[in-house]
């Protein structure tokens, strides 16, 4: 089970910190997100770094509230990160693999940067993210079915 927690946390705090990081200002990395971000910021400003800290936020506690089953079983929170395990699964590999098609020149590629980012880092985090949060809930749950 440890494996697990270690493989989601860290995934889905990198994402939180990186959210946080471009909604406080930073921009180091954003060009591997893509150039809508740019966009969007020259557009709307504040309410964009508003809207990444309120990302994080929910990042942040997609990473931590499971983390109170290992205490505390709870089945709503159970099913919800069964149900956003999947979900982090399926987007992470599909757009993992879409990055990928898109380097092989399979899929047409508009921006290499943010096809970077999503062939290699951002995507395959969702993905990790979501076989951790997986592995955990799932383990936990044949742990807490014996007692």
Do not use: C
């Amino acid at each position: 089970m440890k494996k697990y927690i270690s493989l989601f946390v860290i995934a889905g705090i990198v994402h939180t910190l990186f959210s946080l990081y471009w909604g406080l200002g930073g921009n180091a990395g954003l060009i591997t997100v893509g150039s809508w971000v740019f966009t969007l910021s020259a557009r709307f400003g504040i309410w964009m770094n508003m809207a990444l800290i309120v990302v994080a936020l929910i990042k942040f506690g997609a990473t931590v509230i499971p983390l109170t089953l290992t205490n505390h079983f709870d089945k709503r929170i159970y099913y919800i990160s069964l149900a956003g395990s999947v979900f982090l699964i399926l987007y992470g590999g599909i757009n993992t693999i879409v990055g990928w098609l898109k380097l092989f020149k399979i899929i047409e590629n508009h921006n290499y940067f943010s096809t970077i980012g999503q062939a290699f880092v951002w995507d395959p985090l969702f993905l990790l993210w979501g076989i951790g949060l997986l592995g955990y809930v799932l383990s936990l749950h044949k742990f807490m079915s014996k007692a």
